[in-house]
């Protein structure tokens, strides 16, 4: 969507909107902070301004009746409260507590790995999980997985080693 070139970004918008409200479809406009940031963002240009005045100009356009629009930020705060007043349903999903932690780790390794030590696996899941997002975790998960597989490790068992500095690194950078 978001182009170099001077205009552009709103010309792709534009299709976009009018392709879906043609066509009865649903936008889902992932990392929706990086079109729609806040007008007085200090280091913005004039291009991303105006690309959220056509983003206002195209929620208005489209009928309701033909088009559903979902976006999605971690960066709410970086969104233009006009774009944000524009969406009918806005829905939080908070971070993983430790129940939800265990969930998620059950659901993606499905009983087909074991951690090499489950205290160190539960001292990780109350303390470098906490405060990370669901898909972090599971990314840093299967990473873990991964580098047991490429390590030459018995491919069944997650090192928590691993898996730890893995997630340290996530939480640094």
């Not at 990086?34 to 005045?53: A, C, F, P, T, W």
């Not at 087909?112 to 990370?132: A, G, H, P, Q």
């Amino acid at each position: 969507i978001i182009s170099s070139k001077l205009g552009e970004t709103s010309k792709n918008l534009t299709q976009i909107f009018k392709t879906a409200d043609r066509e009865k479809a649903i936008i889902f406009l992932d990392e929706f902070d990086s079109l729609g940031k806040i007008r007085d963002y200090d280091q913005d240009h004039g291009e991303m301004k105006r690309v959220v005045n056509t983003i206002l100009q195209l929620f208005d356009f489209v009928s309701q009746d033909t088009i559903i629009i979902i976006a999605a930020t971690n960066q709410l705060q970086m969104i233009d409260e006009a774009l944000i007043r524009r969406f009918d349903l806005s829905i939080k999903i908070d971070l993983p507590n430790s129940e939800q932690i265990h969930a998620l780790i059950q659901y993606t390794i499905k009983d087909r790995f074991v951690f090499d030590n489950e205290e160190t696996k539960e001292s990780i899941i109350n303390s470098e999980c906490k405060s990370l997002s669901y898909y972090i975790i599971k990314r840093t998960l299967l990473n873990a997985i991964k580098r047991n597989i490429l390590d030459g490790y018995n491919d069944n068992v997650i090192r928590t080693d691993i898996w730890r500095k893995l997630l340290n690194d996530k939480r640094i950078g």
